[in-house]
Nanobody, 115 residues
Framework: QVQLVESGGGLVQPGGSLRLSCAAS????????MGWYRQAPGKQRELVAT???????YYADSVKGRFTISRDSAKNTVYLQMNNLKLEDTAVYSC?????????WGQGTQVTVSS
């Protein structure tokens, strides 16, 4: 059974940093585009960042210059380094493994930015 397990969420003050991790198991990690999504209360889920097998990245305009996505194929893990966090970054962050055959989602980790 494929599993994506996120970790690293928590409570942080504005301007602070967090690093999210998403560990994948039972998939051929290198075959998947990995992405981070987030959903704030009362809002639709939105794409935050993606990284291809070759390392090409995409970022939503709202996080460009603050967030960095990376992947470690040896550890089957994708990361999201979040710096200079803002109140509006508060959301549940979920990772997604995407392929032409099917997609997999993790359960999510809560990130709360509050003073």
């Amino acid at each position: 059974q494929v599993q994506l397990v996120e970790s690293g969420g928590g409570l942080v003050q504005p301007g602070g940093s967090l690093r999210l991790s998403c560990a994948a198991s039972r998939i051929i990690f290198s075959m998947y585009i990995m992405g981070w999504y987030r959903q704030a209360p009362g809002k639709q889920r939105e794409l935050v960042a993606t990284i291809t097998r070759g390392g090409s990245t995409y970022y939503a305009d709202s996080v460009k210059g603050r967030f960095t996505i990376s992947r470690d194929s040896a550890k089957n893990t994708v990361y999201l380094q979040m710096n200079n966090l803002k109140l509006e970054d508060t959301a549940v962050y979920s990772c997604k493994a995407e392929s032409p055959v099917r997609d997999y989602w993790g359960q999510g980790t809560q990130v709360t930015v509050s003073s």
